[in-house]
Structure formats: C-alpha cells, structure tokens
C-alpha cells in the first residue's frame, strides 16, 4: 500500500477536501455509505452544487485516479469528516464513533486519524482514542476543524489558516506534514482540546454577533426604524461591524455548535440567550405574515428555501420552521426556490406561486430575487429588496 489517504464521509466539505488532495497528486481513496453519491462522484460528477466542485471533481477522478467506495479501504491517513448532528442541545457522535470503530478493525499501527467533523471538547482524548485503546491499536490521532463556508468552500478551504491539534507532538506533526501540501493559509498548531475548543468558538461567536442583529432589528422595528440602514450607518464607524438581521439562523454549524461548546458547563449566560434569540426569528417572521394576511389573503408563497444566499443547502433553513408554522395556524402555503433540490416541502414554479399568493415571503437573499418588484404585500426577511 502505498500512502493513501481515505476520507471518510463525502459530504459538503469531506468531498471537497478528497478532490483537493488527490489534486495534488496524492492517492486518495473516498468512503461513503450512500451508493448514488459513490456513483455519480466515480462517474466524475459532484453530487451537490457548489462553485468550482465540478471541476476539481472531475479533475480528481479522470486524472488523478480518486475513487470512491462504500467499503472502508485500508489507507495509512484517514480524515473523518462525518455529520456531528445535535441532539437535545448535546453533540451526537454516533457517526464519528461508528467510523473510529470501523477503522479501528482495519487499520495498522501507526496510522493518522484526523478528525475534521466538529466535535464537542475532549472527544478526541476521551471518545476517539478509547476506541483504538480497546481494541490494542496505537494510532495518532488529531482534529482539524474545517472553517470553509458554504458558497466559496474551495477557495477558504485552501486558503484559510488551519488549526491542528494533536493528542500527542507526533500526531500534531503528522497531520501539519500532510495538510501543508494542500494549505496555503498558516497552519497553526495546538493540542486537541484547544483545537476542539476554537472551532467551536468562532462559530458561537457568529452566533451571538448574529443574535445582536436580530435583537437590534427587534428594537428597532418596534420604534418603526428600518434596521437595516441603521447598522449600515452604524457600521461607517471605524471599530463596528454589525451583522445582519434574517429569519433564524440556518445551516449545520452556527445553530449547532454553540451547544457543543456549553454542553459540559452550566456557565453559559450569553451564548444561550443568543441561540434563544436566534431559533425564535422564523416565530417573529410568521407574527408578521399574520399581520398582512388578515387584509390580503390567506395563501402564503415563500421565495428561498436554502438556509443562505446562493446556495441548494437546506439543512436547519428558517423556512422549513416557518412554513410549518404558518401551515400550523391554517394558512395554504407553497414554496419555491432556484437552486434547492430535494427540499421536505413540494417546490412550486416560481411565478406560479408569486402568481398565486395573497403574501409574499422572502426568506433566502438568493441573488437572482434582487430588483424584483412585486404586487402585493411582502415580508422582506433580509431587506433584500
Ligand atoms: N446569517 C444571518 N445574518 C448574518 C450572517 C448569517 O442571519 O449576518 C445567517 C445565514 O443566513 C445562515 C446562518 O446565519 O442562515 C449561517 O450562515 P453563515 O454564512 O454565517 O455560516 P455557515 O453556517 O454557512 O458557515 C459557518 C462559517 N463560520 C463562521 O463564519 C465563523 C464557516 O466558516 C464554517 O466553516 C462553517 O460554519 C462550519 O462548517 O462550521
């Protein structure tokens, strides 16, 4: 065998990452469980859309040899890169276990394993390595959070800084031998826990500056202020940097994460009311259908699905809280969006559904709604319009 690296879970970030590495002409071997993805990344094509995948997915597979298998292949590296789903406000490691257990049984003293799946503190020093233990395997072991955001994975993959911890000097090396043949950014390096820690970190501080911007949208809406141009004034100062106010903070990471963090510590104040705030804006959203609904009509479209701006991903999207909602207190309500696939609710025709609606709702700042102009009554979620 020989070096191969095997990235377990070939999702939005461990697909990518597979791609990038066989790039650099290292072999690369993929490992996931859903046969049509092992398929259609094996015929060459990317199973999500995302801006550059096709390419570096094609480029890997027809010129650098990658493949992908839903068998687990013997590989000196592997990077797990698994879902971490939360589950009452706790981290579920179920996936990171279950691929530990499974490598575990194959591999050979010595191996790397990196974790890039977020994980809460300590799971490499108590739940990772556990597993290797019981079964007499000396691996290396170390986490390597991804920070790349959807929408421009690629390029933040590559050119972002990296944080690597190992839980020993050895696995800290290894791992930065490897990631340097593929990291422009600076990668620095800790240990483990601290590595666990700082992912954790910048995506709850997201989460609070986000909070923020939704509590000032609240205050300001009540004294009729449009929010929206006042952080864009308020942000001409030289040391602030509002963000912006939406419908509810969606995605796999920044609604989820903070959790991870707090989880073995009851002295989080701030981060919790910050998630409080957050899960309630698609609530304050619905409030406001309401309130035009009682004059123009009952029937509600929905423009944008996907939880951000120009991208298919619908995972934890706002809408979904507020189109159950909405369908809760009896409204008829249909939902479109240009890029969302395979979305839980039925996606209309766009013009359709505009045509059909009595309130219009726009929920995801995709580009392509900008400068449309509507005839009835709309709740512009992001100001985009
Ligand atoms: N959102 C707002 N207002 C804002 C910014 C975002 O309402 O001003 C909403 C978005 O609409 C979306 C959610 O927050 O629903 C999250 O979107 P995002 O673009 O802030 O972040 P993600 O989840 O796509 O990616 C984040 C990134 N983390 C940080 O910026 C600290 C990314 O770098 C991480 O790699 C990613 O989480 C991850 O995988 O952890």
Redesign the pocket.
């Known amino acids: 065998m020989s070096n191969t690296v095997c990235i377990v879970g070939l999702g939005y970030?461990g697909l990518p990452m597979a791609a990038i590495i066989a790039n650099k002409g290292i072999k690369v071997i993929g490992y996931d469980l859903n046969e049509k993805k092992v398929e259609s990344i094996n015929r060459g094509e990317c199973p999500f859309d995302e801006k550059g995948m096709p390419e570096i997915v094609k480029c890997a597979v027809e010129e650098n040899g990658m493949i992908a298998q839903n068998s687990l292949p013997k590989a000196n590296t592997y990077i797990i890169s698994v879902p971490t789903p939360v589950k009452n406000r706790k981290c579920d490691l179920t996936y990171v276990t279950q691929a530990c257990e499974e490598i575990s049984q194959i591999c050979d003293n010595g191996s790397l394993v990196i974790i890039e799946s977020?994980i809460r503190p300590n799971t490499c020093k108590n739940v990772v390595s556990k597993v290797f233990k019981e079964v007499n395997k000396e691996v290396l072991i170390a986490h390597c959070p991804?920070?790349?955001?959807?929408g421009n994975t690629i390029h933040?993959l590559t050119e972002n800084d990296r944080i690597i911890g190992g839980l020993c000097e050895k696995s800290t090396q290894a791992s930065y031998d490897l990631y340097k043949m593929f990291i422009n950014g600076k990668i620095h390096l800790t240990d483990a826990t601290t590595a666990e820690c700082c992912k954790l970190m910048?995506?709850t501080?997201?989460d609070v500056n986000?909070a923020l911007?939704n509590e000032f949208a609240e205050v300001l809406e009540d004294i009729d202020v449009n929010p929206w141009e006042a952080i864009g004034l308020a942000n001409m100062h030289p040391r602030v940097n509002i963000?912006?106010p939406?419908p509810g903070?969606?995605?796999h990471?920044?609604a989820i994460?903070p959790w991870f963090l707090t989880e073995g510590s009851d002295k989080a104040k701030m981060i919790t009311i910050a998630r409080e705030i957050n899960d309630n804006r698609p609530f304050i959203i619905v409030d406001k259908v309401k309130e035009l609904a009682t004059s123009a009509g009952d029937k509600i479209g929905i423009l944008g699905v996907a939880?951000?701006k120009d991208v298919d991903d619908c995972r934890e999207t706002?809408a979904t809280t507020i189109i159950k909602a909405l369908g809760d207190s009896g409204f008829k309500v249909r939902c479109s969006d240009p890029y969302a696939i395979n979305y839980e609710y039925e996606l209309a025709d766009q013009a359709e559904m505009i045509n059909w609606a009595d309130v219009l709702v726009i929920v995801t700042d995709h580009t392509v709604y900008q400068g449309l102009s509507f005839d009835k009554p709309v709740v512009d979620t992001r100001n985009i319009l």
């Open positions: 970030m977020t991804e920070r790349a955001i959807p933040e910048e995506n501080y997201r986000i911007a963000l912006s939406g903070v969606g995605g990471c920044i994460d939880y951000k706002p």
